[in-house]
């Protein structure tokens, strides 16, 4: 057997790392949410399903009711992070640059303005409606390095079991990055 430097080793372990590393996906044992997460540039972004039953329950005891919060519950909903971890400088994003895509068909997650103007319209009180965005993620943030992040609900509108690629899109430097997480789908 021949003898492989060290370095070398070390740089074909690092690259499968790398492959390897590039997307995980988890089951909960107990509520069989899937998660899926991938780190690049420094910056970790991860969806993980949010059961139908467990959004309407959230809102239920906000103050909804169960007829109020169907059309959200059954909107392919994901507690969404991304966290800044060490990338070099702070990092910017907004909702709006994000995708949902399936196939060659690209759009945004639905909107929390959109949602809430529709809560409105069904009469939903006002510290329920409070309640629904505080719990929404941000359209728009700017996160420090080191760790600074955040996490809210965000609703793809896609049918449950819908497959489809989430693209997360923010600017470090005035320069664009992306996460892409690939065959993600929607709760049954």
Known sequence: MKHIPALVFLAFIS???????????????NTQAETW????????????????DQA???????????????PFATACIYMTVL????????????????????????????????????????????PALIAFRWAQF???????PGGDWNQGM?????PPGARFDAVARWTMNEKIYEGILRNVHCAK
Do not use: C
Not at 18 to 27: D, I, K
Not at 37 to 52: A, R, Y
Not at 154 to 158: I, K, P, Q, R, V
């Open 56 to 70: 309407r329950a959230f809102y239920v005891n906000r103050g909804f009711t169960l007829e109020q919060i169907e």
């Open 154 to 158: 965000l609703t793809t509108g896609l």
């Open 15 to 29: 690259i499968a790392v790398a492959v390897n590393a590039e997307q995980l996906h988890r089951v909960d044992p």
């Open 138 to 144: 941000p359209p728009e943030q700017e996160y420090e």
């Open 83 to 126: 966290r800044n971890d060490d990338a070099p400088a702070a990092i910017k994003y907004q909702l709006s640059d994000w995708s949902i895509k399936i196939g060659d068909d690209a759009r945004p997650p639905l909107s929390t303005a959109d949602w809430m103007e529709q809560l409105k319209a069904e009469s939903v009180k006002k």
């Open 37 to 52: 997460e991938t780190k690049v540039h420094g910056v970790t972004f991860s969806l993980t399903q949010i059961m139908p």
